[in-house]
């Protein structure tokens, strides 16, 4: 089971020992905490200056989960790190139907996936299939060592490092999940057959905590890209569970989930101990991917977004008839040919982020200009337009640490309201685990704000709060503020801010449907509130927190709403549809936002099959052709007509006005 000989400690003597009431050993040293009080510096980094930081459990998770973003930005050239936590060992067979059967030999398995890997990226790099890659040891400190690979062509980058804990299967409890939980447990790192590392070291939950705040501060990255740390519900038999590698009651590999608070945990920490040590505080925008959530959900890939996907799967799959130069195997078979894409589970044919929704909120402030508001660092920033298209530097709001999606609302007298979820506990080790809620308002119009609010949850207890959904608010004309998200049982709840400014308490919708996340709200001509929701079956409705009679169509993806309408794109679909069911004139991937005026009626912002973010407006689809790429985008509505504002992978603001 690949445990250190310091501690061999089996999962039913831990659980014995603390029955009986021994104590746990405690923490080797307490982990800084996050700071949420306002008015930290940012650090200014160098204009177009990007990299991208993945962290995965598995060798394929990016692939998997994280495209077609990080290939996007890979073509934008922005470098790529890809760290791997798990050696991804598994059973040791690496074969396909028709294979004949080969001993197992974890090894050799491991070695096979992360060739697959290097074929997968050099491909992806547009080199042949078995480029050279430079291969190294790296040292993580604490006696820990790692393996870097590093292959560069045409000004682009990628480096991959594997960290080589144990894979959790079945039958093997002592791995990624028991280190999270288990503040005694110490595992032993595998050695990957051919590697250059002799002796990788071991870890326990402080160690790979350690290494992974480490790796940030040796890269600094400006984009993160993590796995889930809050998995989807799933009841189910236990039979199907096993069969689909899930967790108990959850929609996802136990690895999966380990790696991703692992990962959160690193975050706040790089934070932390930065502004502990009187740095400022790093620029980087965080986002996490949904794993095996999407084997149960409307596929929301297009075709033509589906192909690029899978393409990146097919080289690291591989095939055993390949001379790749890797004794130990050319790819994980199992993933290579056509299989992407008749693999039953689906995987591959969606790719959804955990807090879906604007990361970025706009308002006009009373000199007309405009203030963005958004999550850096994981605290909350406004930056202000100095001139029109020209940004400030950002203006810490505090708040932190908080999930990447931010709702807003502005109040009839033009003050803002924003609202975030923030981690409000993340200890592991059997510590706490917890999400809220929280509020920040402005004191006055474009002024300064008071100190942030909590506004709890809808779901009692700790692991239901891991189940809060990204928040979306709106403000009516009788000076209501109305807040939704999605609950722990997978409806929409509501929370009411009355004129005087008095919350009442939370309230669950009506309705027995379950729903994504990605809930879209607007206001009609009549001044009601509708939401949105993409369902299991269709999209559900509610207007002013009744729900709505009709059934609409099946979304394969989250939804928009302006005037009380809907947009939604059927499922592994490219058209969106707007409320009359005709064609919206928006075709493309992911989220969409979408406004509404008297003077220009409905606008639409999107991002085509490439990337680019477009414009419907007045009957007229407008692409914005150059300029760095959008890890987020926003729309406003104003004087000015249509501006789109978004957050560069440089942690940067750029303005467009089509």
Known sequence: MHISSRRTLLAAAV??????????????????????????????????????LQIVAHPDDDLYFMNPDAQRLLDARVPLVSVYVTAGEHTGVNRIKGMPETPPDRAAYSSARRQGLRQSYAAALGLP???????????????????????????????????????????????????????ALELSAHRSAGSPVSRPGPYDHEGLVAALTGLLRRYRPTVVHTLDPDPDAQPGDDATRRRNSEQPGYSDH?????????????????????????????????????????????????????????????????DPSWRCGNPSGCGDYGVGGDRPLTNRKGWVRSTHHRWPGPGLALAEEPDGRLAAYGVLGLRAVRRRETAPGVWSGPEDLGGGPLAPALGSAVLPDGRVLLFGVRFAALAGRGGPNRREVVLLEQRSPGGPFLAWRGLGGPDRGAERSRRLGAPVAVAAPDGRVRLYVRDAGRGVSERVREPDGSWGP???LPGDGVVQDGLAVSLDGAGRTHVYAAGRESVRHWVDGREAPGVLPLSGSTVASAGGGLYHRAPASARLVGPDGADAGLEGFGEVRAARSAELGTVLLGTDAAGRPCVRAGGRLRTRAGGPAGVETALHLGARGVTVVGLGPDGRLWSWRP
Request: net charge positive; hydrophobic share 45%; proline share 11%.
């Open 254 to 318: 136990g690895d999966h989930t380990a790696a991703g608070c692992f990962a959160w945990a690193a975050l706040v920490r790089w934070v932390a101990e930065e502004v502990r040590a009187g740095a400022p505080v790093p620029v980087f925008t965080a986002t996490a991917f949904r794993g095996y959530y999407n084997r149960h959900w409307p596929k929301n890939l297009p075709p033509a977004v589906l192909a690029g996907k899978a393409a990146r799967l097919v080289p690291y799959g591989g």
């Open 129 to 183: 299939l078995f480029a050279p890659w430079r291969r190294e040891a790296l040292a993580l400190g604490g006696g820990r060592t790692a393996e870097r690979a590093v292959l560069a062509h045409g000004g682009r980058r990628v480096e991959l490092v594997f960290l080589d804990l144990p894979m959790h299967t079945p039958r093997r409890y002592m791995a990624l999940p028991a280190l999270w939980e288990d503040r």
């Open 506 to 508: 939370w309230r669950a």
């Open 15 to 52: 659980t014995a020992t603390l029955t009986a009431g021994c104590s746990v050993p405690a923490p080797r040293r307490p982990a800084p905490a996050a700071d949420p009080a306002p008015g930290k510096p940012f650090a200014g980094g160098e204009p177009g200056r990007a990299l991208l």
